[in-house]
């Protein structure tokens, strides 16, 4: 993937399908029936290949690469991947949201894709609190006030970290498996074991915390990362030619280091900064939000999919939606049904 310098910051605003495709998204869109949610959603075979452009712009400690779709005056909408995913996830649900009428942001998070460091002096720190404001940093740059956030995997876990730390710039979120924000106390050294099968699903974290791990990953991470797509959406039926698009973002240079900090942070096996301790604490709480939520559970939640573990951590107007039949990468495998649960909760509000 080639790297669009800061002079070209002054590119057009992407536009991801033709006029009829978008229409056509825009009827698909309109077509679904809220009260289907809970049954298998409609699922598109996906009408694009790339993002017709990219942009770039300094927030914060980062010079951040994202796409943008829709009407720069419309309500935001930011939309968050996670690992090992980049923003090609949202590939079909930008323009269909585009067509609705949204302004739609969709960044690489640090370590992904265009997205770079401004300084070599700053630590590759994975912490949910270091990406979360990273999000807030981006909206600023942007002069976005106050967005829809949408998220699954590290997307999510921002997602509800924005909105609990910054409940003022949140007009709602949705968050797939739910309530993310990270429990150190389970997680740590001195956390509670989880049953077997539970264990086993998080094979990679416990391989990360090793140096072999480390190598194992800077030398295989295309491999490795194609293992994790099949193991957690095994019926999810892409094509390497979808894979190679996404893993051209894993090439960024902070990539294994900003992945191997987080899960090793999440293990209370690595520090964060202490420039982000007083929002850690606040997390640490496992905080209320109170943002408009729809939260997303698939087949990859297993037990948890009824979403009653986490429902009362979410006070404002909320719904919970299931969607059988598919993996882990939500909006990738199910890109209308989101779409729709973004359009839904900001409604909401």
């Known amino acids: 993937m080639s790297i669009i310098g800061k002079s070209e910051a002054s590119l057009p605003r992407a536009r991801f399908l033709g006029t009829a495709a978008t229409t056509i998204a825009a009827a698909q869109l309109a ?28 927030a914060g400690v980062l010079n951040v690469g994202y796409a943008e779709a829709g009407p720069v005056d419309g309500p935001a909408v930011i939309l968050l991947h996670g690992w090992p995913y980049d923003i090609h996830s ?3 649900v930008a323009p269909i949201l585009a067509s609705a009428g949204y302004r739609v942001i969709v960044p690489f998070v640090r370590g992904y894709g265009t997205t770079r460091f401004l300084s070599n002096e700053t630590f590759r720190n994975g912490q949910e609190a270091a990406v979360a404001v990273d999000v807030i940093a981006l909206m600023d740059s942007l002069k976005i006030q106050k967005a829809t956030i949408g998220g699954f995997d ?12 910054w409940p003022e710039r949140c007009k709602a979120i949705v968050s797939v498996s739910g309530y993310l924000i990270t429990d150190l106390k ?3 050294p001195d956390g509670q074991s989880l ?10 974290q416990y391989y990360f915390s090793t140096e072999r791990g480390v190598l194992g990953y800077s030398q295989n991470r295309n491999a490795f990362n ?4 099949k ?6 039926d892409f094509d390497d030619a979808t894979f190679d698009r996404t893993a051209a973002s894993f090439d960024n240079p902070d990539h294994v280091s900003i992945v191997i900090h987080d899960y090793r942070w999440r293990m209370s096996l690595a520090k964060g900064e202490s420039r982000y301790d007083d929002l850690a604490r606040k997390l640490s709480t496992a905080p209320i939000i109170t943002a408009p939520t729809i939260t997303i559970a698939s087949d990859f939640d297993g037990p948890a999919a009824d979403g009653t573990s986490y429902a009362k951590k979410f006070s404002g107007a909320y719904s919970h939606r299931i969607f ?12 209308q049904a989101f779409a729709k649960a973004i359009v839904d909760v900001d409604a909401y509000s």
Not at 198 to 204: A, D, K, M, Q, S
Not at 324 to 335: L, S, T
Request: glycine content about 8%; aromatic content about 12%; overall charge neutral.
């Open 31 to 58: 077509m679904m029936d809220s009260t289907n949610a809970q049954s298998t959603p409609s699922v598109s075979p996906g009408t694009s290949t790339s993002f017709a452009s990219l942009r770039q712009i300094d």
């Open 90 to 92: 949202y590939i079909d």
């Open 154 to 165: 590290w997307g999510a876990r921002t997602a509800c970290a924005v909105a609990a730390l």
């Open 186 to 188: 389970l997680w740590g």
């Open 195 to 204: 049953p077997p099968a539970v264990e086993w699903g998080w094979w990679y």
């Open 226 to 229: 194609k293992l994790i797509w």
């Open 231 to 236: 193991n957690v959406s095994p019926k999810w």
């Open 324 to 335: 059988k039949g598919i993996g882990h990468n939500v909006p990738q495998e199910a890109p």
